[in-house]
Nanobody, 126 residues
Framework: QVRLAESGGGSVQAGGSLRLSCDAS????????MGWFRQAPGKEREFVAG????????EYADSVKGRFTISRDNAKNTVYLQMNSLKPEDTAAYYC???????????????????WGQGTQVTVSS
């Protein structure tokens, strides 16, 4: 069992930055692949970024590539999402997810992930 808690959301103007954090508790954090998803009002939840247990392998949705960076600190049981050059279309609830599987294209599917956080809201104004 892994419990995930996101923080760091808020309101920012277009072009600004935010850093989201996801604190994990429970079993060994370093054994888990971690991911970030987002869900805008009226839209399906979508993959944003993923990182393997070592932190050396990452994947990004095309919409955020070059602007967002996922990282993790296994000593702190925390995964981060640094979001730069934010756009109004980045407005969404952001969710942290965890699974013991290997990061890959299948990780882009909601059904692949076992554990989810409650989400944190990010609002970007133009």
């Amino acid at each position: 069992q892994v419990r995930l808690a996101e923080s760091g959301g808020g309101s920012v103007q277009a072009g600004g930055s935010l850093r989201l954090s996801c604190d994990a508790s429970g079993r060994t954090f370093s054994a888990y692949t971690m991911g970030w998803f987002r869900q805008a009002p009226g839209k399906e939840r979508e993959f944003v970024a993923g990182i393997n247990w070592t932190g050396f392998t990452t994947e990004y949705a095309d919409s955020v590539k070059g602007r967002f960076t996922i990282s993790r600190d296994n000593a702190k049981n925390t995964v981060y999402l640094q979001m730069n050059s934010l756009k109004p279309e980045d407005t969404a609830a952001y969710y942290c997810a965890a699974d013991t599987g290997l990061l890959g294209r299948s990780s882009w599917s909601l059904a692949w992930w076992t554990y989810w956080g409650q989400g944190t809201q990010v609002t970007v104004s133009s």
